[in-house]
């Protein structure tokens, strides 16, 4: 039986990630949402992947993610939700493009949600 969605990496492409670092960030809890494969499929074929954050952007994203409550983790368009807004509050050209590109994928991601809990 096939599975109904896909694991979808807010932070993408996956060869772009390569030091320990900056996979803890891709990998993180929150940031990898269960996907129905229709919005999945139309999430990657109208947005090109995210700009990839810098060495200073990912200690503070990650910093900032490991102090979100459980109950925001484990609600990963919530999760998201809240990482995009933290984002807008960093003085940084590359935090803000970020954050706007994290917002374009929760029109995908509201509305294919797969929640596995």
């Known amino acids: 039986m096939e599975?109904?969605?896909?694991?979808?990496?807010?932070?993408?492409?996956?060869a772009s990630y390569k030091t320990s670092l900056e996979k803890?960030?891709?990998?993180?809890?929150?940031l990898i949402v269960p996907l129905g494969l229709q919005e999945h499929r139309?999430?990657?074929a109208h947005i090109d992947p995210p700009p990839k954050p810098d060495k200073r952007l990912i200690l503070s994203s990650l910093e900032?993610?490991?102090?979100?409550?459980l109950s925001t983790l484990t609600n990963e368009p919530e999760t998201i939700r809240?990482?995009?807004?933290?984002?807008?509050?960093?003085?940084?050209g590359l935090a803000?493009?970020?954050?706007?590109?994290?917002v374009r994928q929760l029109t995908y991601i509201d509305r294919g949600y797969h929640n596995a809990n």
């Open 3 to 14: 599975r109904g969605h896909n694991m979808h990496h807010a932070l993408w492409t996956l």
């Open 24 to 30: 803890a960030l891709r990998n993180h809890t929150g």
């Open 42 to 44: 139309e999430l990657h």
């Open 64 to 69: 900032f993610l490991d102090d979100l409550p």
């Open 82 to 92: 809240a990482y995009s807004e933290h984002l807008f509050t960093e003085r940084s």
């Open 96 to 102: 803000t493009r970020i954050g706007k590109h994290l």
